[in-house]
């Protein structure tokens, strides 16, 4: 059972255009993160919201949480292809020690 | 520079043996994990330790064991190598506390033929 379900799996779009990226689960976390992986690295982290309903931006990236705290999403405006990377959300369960549950991930490709 | 160190970067090991994958940080940081990941099915927790002297399983445990003896290191064995443990392997670590950042080491590729 995947605790947290990200799509979409894959995203390829053209350079200038807006994408979407959602993580949902049925269970309540304390937290969400997202992070970016480059192939061949570690995952870097990009975001952390705490509060139901948090809305944080990051340059041209938006990350919201939802009002329950079950659900993120990932909003890029006008993608460039340095976006280009796997995006993973991430988040510790209420009542849990901490331990980060991440998503399947979503690999994204910008094309110029 | 602080951070996390994995080693070895990469590995083709045969069936059967047994090999200890290094992690290495310098934040201080009391909880450290190891997760592989696959194609397909992201990053999955294998063991965990949140402090030096304790450690837990995670989702997939079976056929890997940990120590931490300091607060430093967190050394992964596979004690008898299988095919279906061939993924990368990341260490990582964070401050227990609070809703901090995970720092994750490169990785180590890991192949068992």
């Known amino acids: 059972t995947q605790l947290l379900e990200q799509s979409p799996q894959f995203l390829s779009i053209q350079e200038g255009e807006n994408l979407t990226v959602y993580c949902n689960s049925s269970s309540v976390f304390s937290s969400l993160q997202w992070y970016r992986q480059e192939p061949g690295e570690g995952p870097v982290l990009l975001v952390t919201v705490v509060t139901g309903g948090e809305v944080k931006k990051l340059k041209r990236l938006t990350f919201q949480f939802g009002d329950a705290r079950k659900d993120s999403s990932l909003h890029i405006t006008a993608a460039q292809p340095g976006d280009t990377g796997l995006y993973l959300c991430?988040?510790?369960?209420?009542?849990?020690?901490?331990?980060?549950?991440f998503g399947k991930g979503t690999k994204l490709s910008v094309k110029p | 520079i602080a951070g996390i160190t994995q080693a070895p970067t990469s590995q083709i090991l045969a069936a059967g043996r047994r090999m200890t994958l290094r992690c290495t940080q310098d934040?201080?940081?009391?909880?450290m994990y190891w997760y592989r990941q696959d194609l397909g099915l992201g990053l999955r927790l294998i063991h965990y330790?949140?402090?030096?002297?304790?450690?837990g399983k995670g989702e997939v445990p079976d056929g890997y064991s940990v120590s931490r003896a300091n607060t430093d290191d967190f050394p992964l064995t596979l004690a008898s190598a299988v095919p279906s443990q061939t993924s990368v392997y990341f260490c990582?670590?964070?401050?227990?506390?609070?809703?901090?950042?995970?720092?994750f080491g490169q990785g180590t590729r890991l192949t068992v033929v």
């Open positions: 991430a988040g510790a369960l209420v009542g849990s020690q901490g331990n980060l549950i």
């Open positions: 990582a670590s964070k401050d227990r506390h609070g809703n901090t950042e995970a720092f």
């Open positions: 330790s949140n402090t030096a002297g304790t450690t």
């Open positions: 934040m201080r940081h009391n909880a």
